[in-house]
């Protein structure tokens, strides 16, 4: 199992940029997918990014793809998002999670506990 502990958000305009990040405690980190949901006031947890555990491919939501950038360090055990052209509608509170499985369109994680998550608030 990987502990995340998520930081990097904040107020920011439409339009804007922010990036969060992610440290991850585990000796197996580098063999996992990781990546990140959020969960806007009312609604649903949404899968956001995913990386797998050589940074080599990366899936996103329809939603984020052209404007956010997942990566990894794994010699920090780090995830981060790079979020662009940030909209209203991105305003979330964004978590980190890790191993995550894929079936199909749908992406689950396999263990299921949470960090704090961290607040993204977009202005318009």
């Known amino acids: 199992q990987v502990q995340v502990v998520e930081s990097g958000g904040g107020l920011v305009q439409a339009g804007g940029s922010l990036r969060l990040s992610c440290a991850a405690s585990g000796r197996t980190f580098s063999g996992y997918i990781m990546g990140w949901f959020r969960q806007a006031p009312g609604k649903e947890r949404e899968f956001v990014a995913a990386?797998?555990?050589?940074?080599?491919?990366?899936y996103y939501a329809d939603s984020v793809k052209g404007r956010f950038t997942i990566s990894r360090d794994n010699a920090k055990n780090t995830v981060s998002l790079l979020m662009n052209s940030l909209k209203p509608e991105d305003t979330a509170v964004y978590y980190c999670n890790g191993p995550l499985r894929r079936s199909g369109s749908s992406w689950y994680v396999i263990y299921d506990y949470w960090g704090q998550g961290t607040q993204v608030t977009v202005s318009s």
């Open positions: 990386i797998n555990g050589d940074g080599g491919i990366t």
